[in-house]
């Protein structure tokens, strides 16, 4: 009798919060996913940094788990695929691989000197044109000014070519491949505010005005490549294809098989990123979003544009963890069930800053429209609709930048099964919202990516044929109603703006 093995890919998805590993077959579906929390270390207000070693101890942990718990042998993965929270940045010495700081986390806020300075000094537009990002402590470019200048001899020996500058997917290559791999692709490379959008490289006059030096800097390759192999201990013993690298989010509109221009996806996680593709020529918004690549596929890039809501999710464990007003996430959809208000209460959850259309790092959170009346329900309601309003913000921008229609949005991440947020967000932005049938699209498009790049999977095609969709949502609110909600939306956002401490 002859053994039938089965063969599979292997996504690794290293988020803010948590690292997982999750085993996809060939139909595309889950077959196991393992878990672990990935700590923040908070030095000061505002900072937000993550220990390097433990970070790779973690994917170590869950790549481990996923095997031993399918009962699956490393000889039948095919390949893997690595996604990664994007511009978080990590220094680590090329000899030893030592990481010379903590890794500076993308929210992290130790930068805002840096970043305050380039803006004065009139750098913006410029920037803006060459990477399609605006000046924000956000990306990486001056996470690494940082590190050098706070890092004794770090300038020096950056230089010298000692040290190697790295997103997260850049580190795991290298730790997967144990040390032969200095490599990132053009997802993530976009997120560092070095890297020109046009030209595919690293841009020297940004670079020569950071002081960054070049030898520091990862090779940029495509999303979906063998740009080589796991080292043995690592798996048991085989070799696997390290096959595609790319950004969370970038990842999770190809999980949604976002490769036409136009398609337009909302990641529902701690922070909400929505992302659209804008085809193969990069569009530079005039409104405030963010110029990205979307991925780099058989030798061409995609481009999107991008509005990046830093939060969504994490304003639902707010209300848990700090408000006591929910004991768990499913609570919150009951009690905005359970409300009675007519929608006038509005939270702004600026807790660091407010992100895309506004840039406003200054701007604090605000809660207005409440009365002697006003219940918990009600703020908890009025939490998750900020969530909804924000993304109407940004996919009203979208439609000024691009003059297209938008008529559905692809939704995901784990606050896009609360059914009430979801029915709201149809209704407040007047579109159907199509629900994906696994919430876990960015490890589909670490997966997707890294079976094109070994012949897992033929072409797009293939993906588009085993693509399973979830439920979809309809408006139905009354137009005056949306309309009336939305003004109230508008004059609290502005509202918010005006107040500085
Ligand atoms: O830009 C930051 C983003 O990539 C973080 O994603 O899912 O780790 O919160 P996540």
Redesign the pocket.
């Given at each position: 009798m002859a053994f039938v093995t089965e063969h599979y890919i292997l996504a690794v998805?290293?988020?803010?919060?948590?690292s997982r590993a999750i085993i996809i077959n060939k139909n595309g579906r889950r077959v196991t996913a393992a878990s672990q929390p990935l700590p923040q270390i908070n030095r000061h207000p505002g900072w937000v940094e993550h220990d390097p070693n433990l970070l790779w101890n973690s994917v170590q942990s869950v790549i481990s788990s996923v095997l031993i718990n399918a009962g699956i042998h490393p000889d039948q993965i095919d390949g893997v695929g690595i996604v990664?929270?994007?511009?978080?940045t990590i220094i680590w010495d090329r000899t030893t691989g030592e990481p010379i700081a903590p890794a500076v986390g993308?929210?992290s806020k130790q930068t805002d000197d840096v970043t305050r300075q380039l803006i004065k000094d009139g750098y913006g537009e410029m920037i803006h044109q060459k990477t399609g990002l605006f000046i924000n402590s956000?990306f990486s470019a001056a996470k690494i000014r940082w590190l050098l200048d706070h890092v004794e001899g770090a300038q020096e020996r950056a230089e010298k070519g000692e040290l190697c500058f790295g997103t997260v997917d850049s580190w795991l290559a290298w730790k997967l491949s144990g040390s032969a791999l200095h490599v990132t692709d053009y997802s993530n490379a976009s997120?560092t505010m070095l890297f020109n959008i046009h030209t595919l490289d690293w841009d020297d006059e940004i670079l020569k005005l950071m002081n960054i030096p070049r030898a520091m800097l990862p090779e940029v390759k495509s999303s979906s490549e063998v740009y080589g192999h796991t080292q043995n201990y690592q798996f048991f013993g085989a070799e696997v294809p390290i096959a595609a690298l790319a950004?969370?989010?970038q990842a999770a509109l190809f999980g949604q098989m976002g490769f036409d221009k136009g398609v337009i996806k909302n990641?529902y996680?701690?922070?909400a990123?929505i992302v659209m593709n804008t085809g193969d020529e990069p569009l530079i918004s005039n409104n405030g979003l963010l110029t990205t690549i979307a991925y780099g596929l058989n030798g061409s890039v995609q481009y999107a544009l991008e509005g990046?809501i830093f939060v969504a999710g994490s304003a639902i464990g707010w209300l848990q963890d700090e408000m006591k007003m929910i004991p768990d996430e499913p609570a919150a959809k009951r009690a905005a069930l359970a409300s009675t208000d007519h929608d006038e209460v509005y939270v702004v959850p600026a807790f660091s800053g407010l992100g895309a259309p506004y840039w406003d790092d200054a701007a604090r959170g605000a809660v207005y429209g409440i009365t002697r009346g006003t219940t918990q329900n009600d703020f908890v309601k009025a939490t998750l609709q900020s969530i909804a309003y924000q993304t109407r913000d940004v996919i009203e921008t979208m439609r000024k930048d691009t003059q297209l229609a938008i008529p559905r949005l692809k939704a995901d991440?784990a606050s896009s099964r609360n059914t009430y947020l979801m029915q709201f967000q149809a209704d407040i932005l007047n579109m159907e919202i199509d629900r994906s049938a696994d919430e876990e699209t960015?490890a589909l498009g670490a997966a997707f990516l890294a079976g094109l790049a070994v012949g897992f999977w033929d072409n797009v095609d293939a993906l588009q044929a085993i693509y399973q969709q979830g439920k979809t949502f309809s408006p139905y609110m009354p137009e005056d109603h949306r309309q009336r909600l939305y003004q109230g939306w508008q004059t609290a956002v502005k509202a918010t703006e005006l107040f500085k401490l």
């Open positions: 998805d290293q988020g803010t919060s948590a990664t929270q994007r511009e978080t993308w929210q956000y997120r950004g969370d989010q990641t996680g701690a922070g990123f990046s991440g960015t």
